[in-house]
């Protein structure tokens, strides 16, 4: 009886979960490719940094107040909730976004095509391993500080908001950056970060101190980086900004996929900390990869001067 009463309405669930996962993403590639075009130029990757930086907002808030609202009341005052804020986004939306111009629609081939090309191909690659670096340990950040650093609950919620606070200004520091200094040397300065962090992490986990430091650090680097490499592909391909952007949505949930799953089978065969290890191993990947890609252009502006 119990079964047939909750299977319906948890399937209900995961379908409108399905359904909001598909219009998520058609969003937030929407709203990166509009602040890329609403932007001065020069001034795109900022743009895109504050889009990033509304998404690490929203979680740092959304987080802890649906947990007071659903322990102080129904839960699902929590979706009430979002479909109110949601209609005010579309009044907001309407009434602030002017109309432009749509990409003309590209077919499924040629759009798999892009996959082809080398300048293509590497910045995915190196977008896919970066994100394998931060899903492997934001997927058992918690267990790290409540089984190593031995934090309560009480803790671990300040810490993860600490966290989300990282998050937001590495946001907005990567667009600054790119603007600044150049999308590149962005990319190889928050992947290095990225990669340190994580493997001093590994081998000082005593002094918590220093272990909260670098977890801010990582998110900092972390969130950095994915606002520049937005703007990083838009750069490589702008006639098809909305298919790049597409793409590299695309790599970055297959980073996560697999960075969660690489990370349970580390957690059942050795060390918790080993994660950390294997996500500063999986960046300082992508950094090689990015590295060849910088000495196959210089090759061939070599060749065609």
């Known amino acids: 009886m119990v079964s047939t009463l ?14 909001l996962g598909v219009g998520t993403g058609v969003f937030v590639v929407t709203s990166y490719s509009t602040a890329a075009n609403l932007a001065l130029p020069g001034k795109q990757a900022g743009a895109m940094s504050n889009i990033a930086l509304g998404f690490s907002a929203s979680l740092v808030l959304g987080v ?101 606070i990282a998050s937001s200004i590495g946001s907005k520091l990567g667009g600054f950056m790119a603007d600044g200094i150049g999308t590149n040397r962005t990319l190889v300065i928050s992947m290095i970060a990225h990669a340190l962090s994580l493997a001093f992490l590994s081998v000082d986990e005593k002094s918590t101190f220093v272990a909260i430091v670098l977890l801010m650090v990582w998110a900092i680097a972390a969130w950095a980086f994915a606002p520049t490499q937005n703007f990083n592909l838009l750069s490589i391909s702008p006639e098809a900004s909305g298919i790049m ?50 000495r196959l252009k210089r090759l061939l502006a070599s060749t065609q001067r």
């Open 64 to 164: 802890p107040i649906g947990r007071v609202i659903a322990s102080a009341y129904d839960w699902k005052l929590i979706f009430w909730g979002i479909g109110i804020f949601t209609v005010l986004g579309f009044i907001a939306i309407a009434k602030s976004i002017p109309s432009m111009e749509s990409e003309a629609p590209v077919p499924l081939r040629k759009q798999l095509a892009l996959l082809k090309t080398p300048k293509v191909a590497i910045a995915l690659s190196v977008t896919f391993f970066v994100f394998i670096g931060y899903s492997v340990v934001n997927t058992y950040t918690t267990p790290v500080l409540t089984s190593v650093m031995s934090m309560g609950e009480g803790e671990v919620s300040t810490i993860l908001f600490a966290i989300g």
């Open 6 to 19: 909750v299977l319906p309405g948890f399937g209900f669930l995961m379908v409108s979960r399905i359904i």
């Open 245 to 294: 952007l597409s793409l590299n949505a695309t790599f970055v949930q297959l980073g996560f996929a697999a960075g969660a799953g690489i990370g349970g089978i580390a957690v059942d065969g050795s060390s918790i900390l080993s994660i950390c290890w294997i996500g500063a191993v999986s960046v300082a990947v992508a950094i090689a990869v990015m590295s060849v890609s910088f």
